[in-house]
T-cell receptor, first 116, second 117 residues
Framework: AAGVIQSPRHLIKEKRETATLKCYPI?????VYWYQQGPGQDPQFLIS???????DKGSIPDRFSAQQFSDYHSELNMSSLELGDSALYFC???????????????FGPGTRLTVL | AQSVAQPEDQVNVAEGNPLTVKCTYS??????LFWYVQYPNRGLQFLLK??????LVKGSYGFEAEFNKSQTSFHLKKPSALVSDSALYFC???????????????FGKGTSLLVTP
């Protein structure tokens, strides 16, 4: 079965640079979530989109922004990168049919971002 | 806010023995609870969930979890552990604070399971 696809899998950036992470949800899934997992930490929710509209916002820095496109893929844009942004960034997707959420979020393999 | 706690950083068990990974929850209203497993340098894999219904939930790879409302617990169990079960296990609860779709998950700190031959 098709899974969540994330690209790139690894990314190395310098401080103050920008980065764009991409997420392709499972086909027919309409909701995308972004999580950040620091070294040895649990995943922390950043932001989510349902039907291309922002649906929930967590601990996402103002330097980050995200959107969901018409084909349901999502991009997380990160600017003015800091050393502390080094983490594993996960995208997850789920299917929410007119509010009848299936609840289960399926996660991608993650993008490992290293800021030097 | 909804939260879960995993009181053990690490659980060690011998192969073939039963395993339990503990999780307790704190929610307002009915809990939606999940277990995920993470292998090194991999994403989170869904194991099972409790939404409503039977308190004993069966999931992938022979895992099951028991929802206990009186003890506010959702412990993950497996009757016979395998070395390949060694991984990081996360309990999570759906945050229902917002009424919109796209419910974030609040994760516990994770429990490292080590199954020795």
């Amino acid at each position: 079965a098709a899974g969540v696809i994330q690209s790139p899998r690894h990314l190395i950036k310098e401080k103050r640079e920008t980065a764009t992470l991409k997420c392709y949800p499972i086909p027919r899934h309409d909701t995308v979530y972004w999580y950040q997992q620091g070294p040895g930490q649990d995943p922390q929710f950043l932001i989510s989109f349902y039907e291309k509209m922002q649906s929930d916002k967590g601990s996402i820095p103002d330097r980050f922004s995200a959107q969901q496109f018409s084909d349901y893929h999502s991009e997380l844009n990160m600017s003015s990168l800091e050393l502390g942004d080094s983490a594993l960034y996960f995208c997850a997707s789920s299917l929410n049919l007119a509010g009848l959420s299936t609840d289960t979020q399926y996660f991608g393999p993650g993008t490992r971002l290293t800021v030097l | 806010a909804q939260s879960v706690a995993q009181p053990e950083d690490q659980v060690n068990v011998a192969e073939g023995n039963p395993l339990t990974v503990k999780c307790t929850y704190s929610v307002s209203g009915n809990p939606y609870l999940f277990w995920y497993v993470q292998y090194p340098n991999r994403g989170l894999q869904f194991l099972l969930k409790y939404i409503t219904g039977d308190n004993l939930v069966k999931g992938s790879y022979g895992f099951e979890a028991e929802f206990n409302k009186s003890q506010t617990s959702f412990h993950l169990k497996k009757p016979s552990a395998l070395v390949s079960d060694s991984a990081l296990y996360f309990c999570a609860v759906r945050d229902i604070a917002n009424s919109n779709s796209g419910y974030a998950l609040n994760f516990g700190k994770g429990t490292s399971l080590l199954v020795t031959p």
